[in-house]
């Protein structure tokens, strides 16, 4: 047996604060070796964080790594573990996006990324150059390029990110150059979902090239990515651990190398593919010796048995149903984006929302209140401030549904009129007019306005947070007001459907038994900014709508296709009343980019977002004609 434990570790990074990224690696370095990992592995770009987006043009903020790397080694150096961590290098005027293989006090080698996506919400290939099979080059003294490295316990090869999500990605390569262990260091953001995906991906790889893959995912929201950590251990497609999402840590496992290279031998299809490729390419990739650098501690390493005692039987299943994983998953999210945020910023001390007795503005409160309840357990309350601001047009019951969660919750609830100065700014209206109407969409606008100048005058004088609340199906029919309702510092739930926000609150209410959740939706869904207003009746029922949505913006439809599509989704409704829906939904969509492009950062949950920066890139000055054919 050739016993390797390996240790998978997620870090919470703020992109540019290297020391204090470093500190918290050497924190994680140090337990694990006390644990006595072999092999450690951290994720991408922890050094300089992720994304750096535009910052890897500064030569400082690439060449500052280096310093920090060489300390990480240092403070390592009588550990008994082999460290694989993310880190930026500037070479010969290009910049390398790269994992560093560190032991023995040494950085041992750097091996860049090589698949720079530049889709979604990645930029790579727009400031970081490719690494290339067969590259030999030295940095500093130390070998970057495509190399394998031997130590006592196997063959280690290192790669970063995409580099797995291609079938022709260096692990093909380098494992039939020999690599045992492939270790992949990732930033990959949260997306609903996603971790399913990943656990496959790496699955089929470790199988597909017979190699136990070691992955580790980055943690922490930046610019409103959010990564969620965790990490998987693969050993030739079987599943040997996981390392929880959403905490910063790290998981270890016992695996058998022996294992690794007894598959190989038996697997007549991967010894014929390696045949193949050795005849077609002759040269392997160089393996460097570094056996002499460190010695791992593994006498004391024992077989990995199965925890329930058997080799046969499954163990217990302890899944959650889909339900919990996707309300759970999402809300873990979003916390940890509303925290991040609060917190890596250094600029606020305390997080503010206006509440309006609706959907929205309390799923936003409650997300809030989840990282509230991490970061001040005895009270989490004191860290938040609601806000309820009524007008004519507000209802007793709404501002008694706002009042009641925020007294389950032990938020500080402040009640704020703006009627008269609703009154005030309705008479200015009419002397700018010079006689002319007041607009009932201007009347309503007012009121958004007014509330959101009012949550920055507080936001600026007790330096708080002031969180927007807008929903994505609305904000993407243009459903919200500039200078009102999309204004904030940021939008938590900008990328959730409206149909996800009723989804989460029913679950909320099931799992909290919260008063104030019950009384919000005991009441329609409306803004209340008229008489009597319906959102559903003003834009068109929900599941409608968030199907428009998902059709056109997502799947990229034509107004045709789209009534097809949905034809067959919803049989009950009439087709003519169908058809309006989805002319509505086209032309109010295209009209209202130039409001959606106005709205402050906000926070990525899924592969469909409105975000023109890093998802739906789409020119704000656009006819619609191209949509009738």
């Not at 999210?333 to 609060?342: I, K, P, R, T």
């Not at 919803?570 to 209202?592: D, I, M, N, T």
Request: glycine residues 8%.
């Amino acid at each position: 047996m050739r016993l390797v434990k390996m240790g998978l570790a997620s870090v919470n990074v703020t992109v540019g604060a290297f020391a204090r990224n470093v500190d918290r690696a050497l924190e994680q370095a140090r337990k694990m070796a006390a644990e006595d990992v072999t092999l450690g592995v951290f994720q991408e770009a922890l050094i300089g964080g992720y994304p750096p987006e535009d910052l890897v043009q500064w030569r400082g903020f690439v060449e500052n790594q280096w310093p920090q790397l060489e300390r990480f080694a240092r403070e390592t150096a009588a550990l008994s573990t082999v460290f694989v961590i993310g880190v930026a290098v500037a070479h010969q005027g290009l910049r390398y996006n790269c994992a560093a293989i560190v032991a023995g006090g040494r950085v041992l080698g750097l091996i860049p990324k090589e698949k720079l996506p530049t889709y979604g919400v990645f930029y790579d290939g727009r400031t970081f150059s490719r690494g290339t099979p067969g590259m030999n080059e030295s940095y500093r003294g130390v070998p970057l390029g495509d190399f394998l490295f031997r130590f006592d316990f196997g063959v280690l090869a290192a790669e970063v990110c995409e580099d797995i999500w291609s079938p022709d990605g260096p692990m093909r390569r380098r494992t039939y150059s020999g690599a045992e262990v492939v270790v992949n260091l990732s930033a990959s953001p949260f997306r609903v979902g996603q971790s399913d995906t990943r656990r496959e991906q790496i699955a089929t790889r470790a199988a597909d090239f017979q190699c136990t893959i070691a992955y580790s995912n980055a943690l922490g929201s930046n610019d409103g990515l959010i990564f969620d950590g965790g990490g998987y251990i693969n050993q030739n497609g079987k599943p040997v651990a996981e390392e929880p999402r959403f905490r910063e840590g790290y998981a270890t496992a016992v695996v058998d190398l022996d294992r690794t290279l007894r598959l190989r031998t038996e697997n007549t299809t991967w010894r014929s593919d390696h045949e193949s490729w050795v005849n077609a390419h002759g040269t392997r990739v160089p393996i460097l010796d570094c056996t002499q650098v460190v010695t791992t501690r593994r006498e004391g390493l024992r077989y990995p048995v199965p925890a329930h005692g058997s080799f046969f039987l499954p163990s217990p299943d302890t899944r959650r149903t889909a339900r919990v994983a996707l309300c759970e998953d999402i809300l873990d999210a979003l916390s940890l984006g509303v925290g991040d945020y609060f917190e890596k910023t250094r600029a606020f001390k305390v997080i503010g929302i206006a509440l309006s007795g609706g959907r929205d503005s309390l799923l936003t409160l409650l997300v809030a209140h989840r990282y509230a309840k991490r970061a001040r357990p005895e009270d989490p309350g004191s860290l938040l401030r609601a806000f309820y601001m009524p007008s004519r047009y507000s209802s007793d019951a709404t501002r008694d549904a706002a009042e009641r969660i925020a007294r389950d919750l032990g938020v500080p609830f402040q009640v704020v009129p703006i009627e008269e100065a609703f009154e005030r700014e309705l008479e200015i209206a009419r002397t700018m007019l010079a006689g002319g109407e007041v607009t009932p969409i201007t009347e309503q606008n007012i009121q958004a306005r007014l509330r959101a100048q009012r949550m920055w005058n507080w936001s600026n004088s007790s330096s708080g947070l002031f969180l927007q609340t807008g929903n994505m199906s609305e904000r993407a029919v243009g459903y919200t007001t500039i200078g009102g309702d999309l204004m904030g510092a940021l939008a938590v739930i900008a990328n959730v459907p409206k149909t996800v926000v009723m989804f989460l609150l029913d679950y909320l209410l099931e799992q909290t038994g919260y008063e104030g959740i019950r009384k919000v939706l005991a009441k329609p869904a409306g803004p209340e900014l008229a008489h009597n207003q319906v959102g559903e009746e003003e834009l068109m029922p929900f599941p409608i709508l968030d199907a428009c949505f998902f059709l056109f913006a997502g799947e990229k439809l034509v107004p045709a296709e789209m009534f097809d599509a949905l034809a067959a989704m919803f049989p009950q409704v009439e087709a003519e009343r169908l058809r309006g829906y989805v002319e509505k939904f086209s032309r109010l969509f295209l009209q209202s980019i130039y409001k959606w492009v106005q709205a402050p950062l906000s926070l990525h949950i899924g592969n469909l977002d409105l975000d023109r920066e890093r998802a739906l890139q789409l020119p704000v000055v656009t006819s619609g004609d191209w949509t009738r054919g």
